[in-house]
């Protein structure tokens, strides 16, 4: 089985500044890579993903990650924060399977 | 509106009282998966399926038990809930053919509270 380390259960940065998530997996073969973005109350919403091709990978919201094989990474960033990005955001790893490997989530908290 | 649809968003119920979370999909999706969210502990699945009558376990599937006779719906159910089973509850869908390229489509959620 596969696994998702996400460093940091907790991270906050002001607004206007960078945001980073950071997002190891674990996988022999290339992996098709996910973040998920959870609102107060809400269901997990698709941020971006990564599944073939370019390497830098934008998504909605601003946010974008870049899939680095040699490190088995898959850090998610934002140049400015905005104070609706206050969320959990979870990475999640699926083989060419359809089994979903998550990581335990990061809380983002963005002081004004 | 391509929807995973969960009922009920909250849910407080006792302890040894049978319940049934529902769950239900309009995007005729072969696979469906219930999980369970829990502070620290990230996203575990408790129960999958393939298609109709096809489900397997997942990592946390102890006290819980699903069926699929419908394409379109996959409950949860609860035989006999207890206390270590409050949390909030995830339905997830996806076409088999493309989980993993195009990752799930997920219900609103299900805070259930068993006292």
């Given at each position: 089985a596969q696994s998702v380390t996400q460093l940091g259960s907790h991270v906050s940065v002001s607004e206007g500044a960078l945001v980073l998530l950071r997002c190891n997996y674990s996988s022999s073969v290339p992996p098709y890579l996910f973040w998920?973005?959870?609102?107060?109350?809400q269901g997990l919403q698709l941020l971006l993903k990564y599944t073939t091709g370019a390497t830098?990978?934008?998504?909605?919201?601003?946010?974008?990650a870049e899939f680095k094989k040699?490190?088995?990474?898959?850090?998610?960033?934002?140049p400015s924060a905005h104070m609706s990005d206050a969320a959990e955001y979870f990475c999640a790893v699926s083989d060419t399977g359809n089994q979903f490997y998550f990581g335990t989530g990061t809380s983002l908290t963005v002081i004004p | 509106e391509a929807q995973v649809t969960q009922?009920?968003?909250?849910l407080i119920?006792?302890?040894?009282?049978?319940?049934?979370?529902?769950?239900?999909?309009?995007m005729n999706h072969e696979y469906m998966s219930?999980?369970?969210?829990?502070?620290?502990?990230?996203?575990?699945?408790?129960?999958?399926?393939?298609?109709?009558?096809?489900?397997?376990?997942g990592d946390v599937p102890e006290g819980y038990k699903v069926s699929r006779k419908e394409k379109r719906n996959?409950?949860?159910?609860?035989?006999?809930?207890?206390?270590?089973?409050?949390?909030?509850?995830?339905c997830a869908s996806s076409s088999t053919s493309r989980t993993g390229r195009y990752g799930y489509t997920f219900g609103s959620g299900t805070r259930l509270t068993v006292v």
């Open positions: 998920y973005v959870q609102y107060p109350n830098l990978v934008k998504g909605i919201n601003g946010f974008e040699s490190e088995t990474s898959f850090h998610l960033t934002k | 009922n009920p968003r909250y119920t006792v302890t040894g009282k049978k319940l049934t979370v529902t769950c239900s999909q309009n219930w999980y369970r969210q829990d502070p620290g502990l990230g996203l575990r699945q408790i129960y999958y399926s393939m298609n109709v009558e096809v489900t397997d376990k996959f409950p949860l159910i609860l035989e006999s809930p207890s206390p270590n089973q409050t949390s909030l509850y995830f």
